[in-house]
């Protein structure tokens, strides 16, 4: 009996991971290991961002740019610049760390690969997703807070603030509602703001109650 194409999977050497994870796929190995890879993933893209947060700290365009955003805002430059850079560096450390551990979990040697994540190439995903336009700011948003799930609070509000505010984003990724109702105009601000900390906590709330459901 002639067999279409279509029903086989060929796979060469250019392609050869694919192969490994088929068989893991076959032995029933794949699935413990899949949420451990992706999550290693996810921790080196965000060491790519923060990397290069840092070298923009050294980018007179872009150090032009900040200088205007605070301007603007009536901030001061060198206290705010000083912040960023310590708040980043102490972000490369931890996702460092969170590499460091997640390497120590996975046997590398024993799955017969290695993996890599090269900032300059961007990949399609071979999930199926549904066209959907939202705004770039607010899935900013929910990425970071999704990626700091376990901090408290405060501490994603700092950390909002940081990464989103000092690009010019805050104001976009932050409720108008907020701005609206309580006059403010930073995350931190809403968290000690009596009336609109109530929003926040339901706001980070959400992301925790969707982060839990998918892992379950």
């Not at 955003?69 to 850079?85: A, I, M, P, T």
């Not at 989103?164 to 006059?183: A, V, Y």
């Amino acid at each position: 009996m002639q067999t279409s194409s279509d029903d086989l999977i060929v796979v060469t050497n250019e392609i050869g991971i694919s192969g490994v994870f088929l068989g893991l796929a076959r032995n029933g190995q794949l699935f413990s290991l899949s949420d451990a890879i992706h999550d290693r993933g996810e921790t080196v893209r965000n060491l790519v961002e923060v990397e290069g947060k840092l070298k923009a700290c050294n980018n007179p365009a872009k150090l032009a740019e900040f200088e205007k955003w605070c301007r603007k805002g009536k901030r001061d430059f060198e206290s705010r610049l000083r912040q960023v850079v310590t708040a980043l560096e102490d972000r490369k450390c931890q996702l460092l760390d969170e590499l460091h551990k997640m390497d120590q979990r996975l046997d590398r040697k024993e799955l017969g690969i290695e993996w890599e994540f090269d900032s300059n190439v961007t990949m399609t995903s071979l999930v199926p997703r549904g066209v959907r336009k939202s705004d770039p700011s607010i899935a900013k948003r929910n990425e970071i807070i999704d990626a700091n799930i376990e901090r408290t609070d405060l501490e994603i509000c700092k950390l909002l603030d940081q990464e989103l505010g000092w690009l010019g984003e805050g104001s976009n990724s932050l409720p108008k509602s907020w701005e609206r109702r309580h006059e403010v105009d930073t995350f931190v601000g809403a968290y000690h703001h009596a009336k609109c900390r109530n929003n926040l906590h339901k706001l980070i709330s959400v992301r925790r109650s969707l982060r839990s459901y998918h892992r379950h």
